[in-house]
């Protein structure tokens, strides 16, 4: 009778910054304040990690949080699954711009053609006139 809790808690791995943030700003004292929220922004999000990130962050778009290079992977520090829903939307909806390249091309072509056949139909014209 022992349920096993799995993914659910993937997102209390990460710090929670703003309750930390707001905790700090509690205080009267604007240096203090400063130094506190200074030190909450830049340490690693990922929970149990106190890698300082100061010097070198990477921010994740998935979760937005900022993690040291041994968290930085969506993986490691919990956003696999949106990783995998992202690529899963690539996949089925490619980005529309990409499309987008190819109609033009596809319409420069058409349009090149389209002026040598009239090239072609105007020389022929010429060459049946008489003077
Ligand atoms: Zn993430
Ligand atoms: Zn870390």
Not at 57 to 69: L, N
């Amino acid at each position: 009778m022992s349920r096993v809790v799995t993914e659910t808690a993937t997102e209390s791995k990460l710090k929670n910054k703003e309750k930390d943030i707001k905790e700090a700003t509690n205080s009267k004292n604007l240096d203090e304040v400063l130094e506190k929220v200074k030190k909450v922004d830049n340490t690693c999000s990922f929970t149990k990690c106190k890698t300082c990130t100061n010097d070198f962050a990477i921010d994740c778009k998935f979760c937005s949080g900022r993690f040291c290079t041994s968290h930085a992977l969506p993986e490691i520090h919990g956003c696999g699954e949106a990783v995998q829903r992202e690529e899963k939307r690539k996949f089925l909806h490619p980005e529309p711009k990409l499309t987008k390249d190819k109609h033009e091309k596809a319409q420069t072509k058409l349009n090149i053609k389209l002026k040598q056949m009239q090239l072609e139909r105007k020389a022929k014209q010429g060459g049946k006139g008489k003077k």
